[in-house]
């Protein structure tokens, strides 16, 4: 059976990062999906692992070649997921999991309608804020822009399939899990197993 | 918010029973709803507990007044769920657990388009004549008209939201939990939420 594709998505400053690694090292089986993007690398980020860092032509060379599953220009920077991966490790049976804004997405949504997208919700505005302020690596100005940005963001939550609150880590987590699990148990993913003992 | 009604069904031998009172020990806060029954009791089965035991006569007032949320006529036996405490307990904002036959659970899918299905299915027709055997309660006449039921059942598969092959209890269990996790996430249920930070 194809693995399932599970989208992580939600405003920046709702922790996608930390509730995806932490994802990973519950479910050892999947594969985390590698982003490829224009930006500057930030401090401990390793190419091929955090992400494919590309330049801007070789970027637009993909997106021209039907090579992007997805891809965004967020705030001038280019942000996109190589579909070849990711088809190729769904194929093999394992389920790949997305790390992405909401653009992005809803880009999913459209171009793998059989993929499951996920909502992550910081718990308020007031702790979005917070945390983007500790992460440290934004301008007062960005971090309005960001904060803006969720506003308008919010609105999209309804071509979601779950939202998952993310209070705790651990909690959020739990959810996900729950969600994967159950997506596996869904009649329409059944219809389509060859180990039916009925048919 | 309001409870789920987490219907739990599938042909006769699947494991229903088994199922539904491991699963009560893992949510103690979910409430497994008491059938109604026309059916002389089992050896060991309590009125009020394992089913109402009542008449005949009884049971079609009740569904003259609209009392029962399902009913079924299953080989000359009424069974049917009692509308009122499932409604109850869902206001109070507690799951409610159904174990009910495939005629039913299609019932429930009509009168509360809201009601999760989960179709649990023994792992093959060898092992669901083996299990029915084994409970020693049938002559083989009625074990054949089982085994014939549960061919014709299966065709029903498609009208539920989750299909759970029940090859260990255990497992079974773990994926109902999951899929009640997963459900609580749902975006619809979540638009639903005063809890909501976003509106």
């Not at 987590?173 to 997506?183: M, Q």
Request: net charge neutral; charged share 30%.
């Amino acid at each position: 059976m194809r693995g399932i594709l599970v989208v992580i998505s939600g405003p920046s400053g709702a922790g996608k990062g930390t509730v995806c690694r932490a994802l990973i090292k519950s479910l050892p089986d999947v594969h985390l999906s590698v982003s490829a993007t224009t930006r500057q690398a930030r401090a401990g980020e390793i190419d091929h692992v955090h992400y494919y860092f590309i330049t801007r032509t070789e970027f637009q060379e993909r997106i021209a070649r039907r090579e992007m599953l997805e891809w965004a220009d967020v705030y001038g920077d280019f942000y996109g997921t190589p579909r070849e991966p990711v088809d190729r490790i769904l194929n093999q049976g394992r389920d790949v999991i997305l790390e992405i804004d909401v653009q992005g997405a809803l880009q999913i949504r459209e171009q793998m309608p059989e993929a499951v997208l996920v909502f992550l919700s910081p718990p308020s505005f007031t702790e979005l804020e917070r945390r983007l302020r500790k992460r440290g690596t934004d301008t007062d100005e960005r971090i309005g822009q960001r904060l803006d940005w969720a506003h308008r963001e919010l609105r999209s939550f309804p071509s979601y399939d779950y939202v998952v609150i993310n209070d705790r880590v651990e909690a959020a987590v739990e959810k996900i899990v729950a969600v994967i699990v159950a997506e596996k148990c869904r009649t329409k993913r059944f219809q389509l197993l060859d180990s039916n003992p009925y048919t």
